[in-house]
């Protein structure tokens, strides 16, 4: 299922920095549990973290970043 916003530049800018934060929460919690030795926390982390970054881009992609 899509869904269609409208959103302006600045809205978009708020989203991505919001991102940003989400981003380096899950890379801390990912090194917590690689130290924890805990793989799966580390994979569903790290999953997270990736999944995020790629609409990142495409939302940096929208307003040209």
Not at 14 to 34: N, T
Not at 37 to 65: M, Q, Y
Request: aromatic share 4%.
């Amino acid at each position: 299922m899509a869904i269609k916003l409208t959103l302006t530049e600045d809205e978009i800018e708020i989203l991505i920095d919001a991102m940003d934060a989400d981003i380096e929460g899950y890379v801390e919690a990912a090194k917590e549990a690689r130290g924890n030795n805990n793989r799966e926390d580390v994979k569903t982390f790290t999953e997270a973290a990736e999944r995020i970054l790629a609409l990142k881009k495409k939302l940096e992609a929208l307003i040209g970043e």
